[in-house]
């Protein structure tokens, strides 16, 4: 998925609700955890003023229509609250816009068997597979894999690289 499409869908859901979009949406290369954020300041009598919508290149390159829009719409909730009520929290006033929009409140949304966000060092249970940590960055763990166990089964862990 391109930016221009992700940006044409929050100016489709701005519309829809006569809430215009005035703030720039883009990728962030530096994103490494979050999938999106809407960035913000506090004006001087302390109201919050939206700067910016800015999504994961991760996210944006993988995801599929129907994970975008649902990321989509949780950041316009976002967007939304801010704009209307002053409030850049997971509020109950958020949780509102989140049921107008028809999305999760969850902020990672449903747990998907496909990764959005790549780690460059996966660690498994070489017995049952299942993930046991995630690292972006090189660590005693990763320099150290053969003298390492799980606590699941006990078994020997299995160290991926992605490059």
Not at 61 to 75: P, R
Request: hydrophobic share 35%; glycine share 4%; aromatic share 8%.
């Amino acid at each position: 998925m391109k930016i221009e499409e992700v940006r044409k869908m929050c100016e489709d859901l701005g519309d829809a609700y006569s809430i215009p979009v005035y703030i720039p949406i883009d990728v962030n290369p530096r994103m490494k955890r979050a999938q999106a954020h809407v960035r913000y300041t506090r004006g001087l009598g302390g109201e919050i003023l939206p700067l910016c919508i800015e999504f994961n290149k991760q996210v944006v390159e993988n995801a599929t229509k129907e994970e975008m829009l649902e990321l989509v719409k949780h950041e316009m909730a976002h967007y939304f609250a801010m704009v209307e009520a002053n409030d850049p929290r997971h509020s109950a006033y958020w949780k509102q816009w989140c049921r107008r929009l028809g999305c999760s409140t969850k902020a990672r949304g449903e747990k998907d068997e496909r990764q959005l966000v790549t780690f460059k060092y996966m660690f498994y249970c070489s017995n049952c597979g299942k993930v046991l940590a995630r690292r972006h960055r090189e660590t005693k763990w990763s320099r150290n894999v053969e003298r390492l166990t799980s606590q699941c089964c006990n078994a020997k862990v299995r160290l991926v690289v992605h490059e």
